[in-house]
C-alpha cells in the first residue's frame, strides 16, 4: 500500500527574530482535514504560516505541501495552495469580479473556466449584489470575503488562513465557514489560526496548540481532553489550562 502523502508537513521548522518565534517545529496536516492551530499570542503561529506560504524564509527545517519541498520549488508549492492573511490586500479600484478574473489571468486560467468559478466564489460569500461594485467602499468583512475569493479561484488543493474571521459580522462570518465546510467536504485542506475557540471546536477536525514557537499539544478535541484528564469542558478551558501549565514550566 502507498502510503499517504500529507498535505502539509513541517520538519524542525525554526525561525528566530530576537527570540526563537518558531522553534523546531514538527507538525503534519493530513489531506483532506481541517487543522485549527492555536496559541496565545507571540506563540508563533502567524510565522509559522507565513513560511508555509513562502512570505518568510527559515532559519531552518523542512517544508513539504502534497510531497512538493516548498523551499526548493516555493512555485510548486504555491501552485496548490492558497495564503490568506488577517489583513485583506486587494485593489480598491477593481470590482470583485474584475478582481478574480484579473488573479485567475495570473494564474494562467481559461476566461471559459475562471469567469463561472469567479461567480460561484461570489455568491457563496453573499457578494453577488456587490460583484461589480468597487471594493473601495468596501466594508472590512467584505474585503476579507474578496480576499478570500482571490485566493480559492484557482482551486487550490491547500488552504492557510490566518484568523480570517477577526472582525467579520456574524453573517460575514456565517458565509466564510460556509465556503471552508463545503472546501472540506469536496477534499481540499485547511489549516487555520484563531483566537475564537467555539469555531475551532465547531470546526476542526484536530487542534494543534502552539506556545513559544513549540507544539505542546495536538489532537482532536476528545484526545486532548483524555490527554489532560479534562472529559467534560471546553476547548477553551482545556487551552488556558494547557498554556497555563506551559508558563508554570517555563
Request: with cysteine; hydrophobic share 45%.
Amino acid at each position: 500500500m502507498t502510503p499517504e502523502i500529507s498535505a502539509l508537513a513541517l520538519r524542525g521548522l525554526t525561525k528566530r527574530f530576537d527570540r526563537p518565534a518558531v522553534d523546531t517545529l514538527d507538525l503534519t496536516v493530513h489531506p483532506g482535514e481541517f487543522y485549527a492551530l492555536l496559541g496565545p499570542n507571540g506563540a508563533g503561529k502567524t510565522t509559522t504560516l507565513r513560511m508555509v506560504a513562502g512570505l518568510l524564509k527559515p532559519d531552518a527545517g523542512a517544508v513539504a505541501i502534497f510531497g512538493i519541498d516548498a523551499l526548493r520549488d516555493p512555485v510548486a508549492a504555491k501552485q496548490v495552495m492558497a495564503w490568506v492573511s488577517d489583513e485583506p490586500m486587494i485593489y480598491d479600484k477593481l470590482t470583485p469580479l474584475e478582481y478574480l478574473e484579473f488573479v485567475a489571468g495570473l494564474w494562467g486560467i481559461e476566461p471559459k473556466v475562471s469567469h463561472p468559478r469567479a461567480l460561484a466564489l461570489l455568491a457563496s460569500l453573499g457578494l453577488a449584489p456587490h460583484q461589480n461594485e468597487r471594493c473601495e467602499g468596501f466594508s472590512k468583512g467584505m474585503r476579507q470575503k474578496v480576499a478570500l475569493a482571490g485566493a480559492l479561484v484557482h482551486d487550490p488543493r491547500l488552504i492557510i488562513l490566518d484568523e480570517p474571521l477577526t472582525g467579520l459580522d456574524a453573517v460575514s462570518a456565517r458565509h466564510v465557514k460556509g465556503l471552508l465546510t463545503e472546501r472540506v467536504r469536496a477534499g481540499c485542506t485547511v489549516i487555520m489560526t484563531t483566537h475564537i475557540l467555539e469555531v475551532a471546536e465547531r470546526m476542526a477536525d484536530r487542534i494543534g496548540v502552539i506556545v513559544a514557537g513549540r507544539l505542546i499539544a495536538e489532537g482532536t478535541l476528545t484526545e486532548l481532553r483524555q490527554q489532560n484528564g479534562h472529559t467534560d469542558v471546553s476547548l477553551e478551558e482545556l487551552f488556558i489550562a494547557l498554556v497555563d501549565v506551559e508558563a508554570a514550566a517555563a
